[in-house]
C-alpha cells in the first residue's frame, strides 16, 4: 500500500466527510448514554498542513484553508470548524489538520469508547504518538475489516463505524460492500459511515445503485462533487454513504454541503446532493 494521506489532508473530500462525521459525533451526544466509535482506516491523528508533501500537493489551501477564509461564518459549519479548531492551530491560521481518530478522541466523553485501527506500520506509529491509548480509547495495528467481525456488537448497543480506505486497489469496493454487508448483520442497529471517490458519473451510479441492491433501510447519500463528474480530473468528488442517520442528518447535510459547495467547487461546476437511497423501511 503506497497510499499516504499527508498529500491530501484538508482538502474537498476531507471537509466533506468530516462535517459529517462531527455531526454524527454530536447527534450521538444527545443522549447521556455512552457510544463506540471504530474507525477502521484510522490514518494518523493529524497533519502537519506546512509539510513538504502538503505544500506540494496544495490540497489544504483548495480544501479546509480556503473554507475557513470564505464560509467560516456559515451555521451548519459551526460545529465542524470548531472540531477542526481543537486538532490545533486556530481558526484563521491553521498548522494541523485533525484526521479522523483526532475528531472522534475529542468528541468523546467519559463514558464513551473508540478503537482505531491502521495497517500502515508508519501512520500507526504516527497515531500511537499523536493520540494517547487508554482504557476507553484503543489503538490497535491491523485490518479494519476484520475488526468490524472481532468489534461488533460493541457492548455499548449505540454507536458509528466510519469506513474510509484509500481505495488502491480497483476491487476495493467490492471488499467494502462485503464487509459491510456482514457488519450490518451484526449491528442492524448501528450507524455506519462508508467513504467512497466519485470518479465519473458511471461510478458514482454504479456505487449509488450497488449499495440500494443491498436492501437495507436508512441509507442516505451525501455526495460533493467540485468538479463534473466527467472531467478527467481524477477525484472529481467526495461520496459518503450513511446508514440509520441521526434524526436532522438530511437538513442539515444539505445546508452544510451547500455551503462547502459554494465555497471550494470549481466556478459552474459540481454539485451537493443528499438524498435517500433507500426508505425507512423497505418493502416486504
Not at 67 to 85: K, N
Request: charged residues 20%; hydrophobic residues 45%; glycine residues 10%.
Amino acid at each position: 500500500m503506497n497510499y499516504q494521506h499527508i498529500y491530501h489532508a484538508g482538502n474537498f473530500a476531507d471537509v466533506a466527510k468530516h462535517a459529517a462525521l462531527v455531526f454524527c459525533l454530536e447527534a450521538l451526544k444527545r443522549k447521556e448514554t455512552g457510544f463506540f466509535a471504530l474507525d477502521t482506516h484510522a490514518g494518523r491523528g493529524s497533519y502537519d498542513l506546512g509539510a513538504a508533501e502538503a505544500q506540494r500537493s496544495g490540497e489544504s489551501s483548495r480544501g479546509i484553508l480556503r473554507l475557513i477564509e470564505v464560509a467560516s461564518r456559515e451555521p451548519a459549519l459551526h460545529d465542524y470548524f470548531a472540531a477542526v479548531g481543537r486538532g490545533g492551530g486556530g481558526r484563521r491560521r491553521l498548522a494541523r489538520y485533525p484526521g479522523s481518530p483526532a475528531l472522534i478522541a475529542g468528541a468523546l466523553r467519559s463514558q464513551d469508547r473508540a478503537l482505531f485501527v491502521e495497517m500502515q506500520p508508519a501512520e500507526a506509529r504516527a497515531l500511537e504518538r499523536q493520540i494517547e491509548s487508554t482504557a476507553r480509547l484503543g489503538i490497535q495495528f491491523g485490518d479494519g475489516y476484520a475488526a468490524l467481525k472481532s468489534q461488533l456488537p460493541p457492548r455499548e448497543r449505540r454507536g458509528l463505524v466510519l469506513i474510509d480506505p484509500p481505495y488502491e486497489d480497483p476491487g476495493e469496493i467490492d471488499t467494502v460492500l462485503a464487509a459491510f454487508a456482514d457488519a450490518y448483520r451484526r449491528w442492524p442497529t448501528g450507524m455506519f459511515l462508508i467513504w467512497y471517490p466519485i470518479l465519473s458519473a458511471a461510478q458514482r451510479a454504479g456505487v449509488h445503485a450497488r449499495f440500494t441492491a443491498l436492501e437495507i433501510p436508512k441509507m442516505l447519500g451525501a455526495d460533493l462533487a467540485v468538479h463534473p463528474d466527467d472531467a478527467h480530473v481524477g477525484l472529481a468528488g467526495s461520496g459518503l454513504l450513511i446508514v440509520n442517520p441521526p434524526y436532522g442528518a438530511d437538513d442539515h447535510l444539505r445546508e452544510a454541503y451547500a455551503a462547502i459547495h459554494g465555497a471550494l467547487g470549481a466556478r459552474g461546476a459540481g454539485y451537493a446532493e443528499v438524498a435517500r437511497l433507500t426508505p425507512e423501511q423497505m418493502a416486504q
